[in-house]
């Protein structure tokens, strides 16, 4: 079985700042995918972020990046210059990536991070 | 970008009763899934669905919840006797290859209320 856990249960940040939001996870998975999923108070699933685990090279969008340490078995996302509208609840997932399977869209949440950004 | 539409946003219904959760996928979208989210607790998984059936459940889906893709488009989820502790926003998902990646989005939940 697989778990996902976020030890920050809330974190603040300044606008225009960088944060970044910590997630560990275990597995005996060697293949498998991480996802940081945005919720803001509409309570709506957005991807913010995705890194195939057989990649090295850290998965970035925009002004958000991801930390990917697979021997630690880490996966941290770091928002540069923050803005008010990243105020939201943010879930770590993973899934297992078997060759055929279903598997893909079974995703296993951490509990999540409260990032607040203020003016 | 192409959206996984579900209705209602919010449902209140009695103990005990029936509630139906409607869920359109992505037209050419292979997988379903359900997911539900107790009101401050983590996203948990409750079902996959493939090629008109089950492929994997949690211990959450047990005999009072079923699904359903009746007419190639709809994807439902019944709770059979519906419980307090069903109060939660559910999740329909989808998944298929969008620019040669797979990818999975999210409906925009349904509330329900179970009173």
């Known amino acids: 079985a697989q778990t996902v856990t976020q030890s920050q249960p809330e974190m603040s940040v300044q606008e225009a700042e960088t944060v970044t939001l910590s997630c560990t996870y275990d597995?005996?998975?060697?293949?498998?995918?991480l996802f940081w999923y945005k919720q803001p108070p509409s309570r709506q699933m957005i991807l913010v972020i995705r890194?195939?685990?057989?990649?090295?090279q850290n998965a970035t969008e925009n002004r958000f990046s991801v930390n990917f340490q697979k021997a630690a078995k880490s996966f941290s996302l770091k928002i540069s210059d923050s803005q008010l509208g990243d105020t939201a609840m943010y879930f770590c997932a993973f899934t297992p990536r078997r060759a055929g399977g279903t598997s893909y869209g079974k995703l296993t949440f951490g509990q999540g991070t409260i990032l607040t950004v203020h003016p | 970008e192409p959206e996984v539409t579900q209705t209602p946003s919010h449902q209140v219904t009695q103990m005990g009763q029936e509630v139906i959760l409607r869920c359109v996928p992505i037209s050419n979208h292979l997988y379903f899934y359900w997911y539900r989210q107790i009101l401050g607790q983590k996203v948990e998984f409750l079902v996959s669905?493939?090629?008109?059936?089950?492929?994997?459940k949690s211990e959450i889906f047990d005999d009072q919840f079923s699904v359903e893709r009746p007419d190639g488009s709809n994807f439902t989820l019944k709770i059979r006797s519906t419980k307090l502790e069903d109060s939660a926003m559910y999740f329909c998902a989808s998944s298929g290859r969008t620019g040669g990646l797979e990818k999975l989005f999210f409906g925009s939940g349904t509330q329900l209320s179970v009173l």
């Open positions: 890194q195939e685990a057989y990649k090295q």
């Open positions: 597995t005996s998975e060697s293949n498998y995918y």
């Open positions: 669905f493939y090629n008109n059936e089950i492929s994997e």
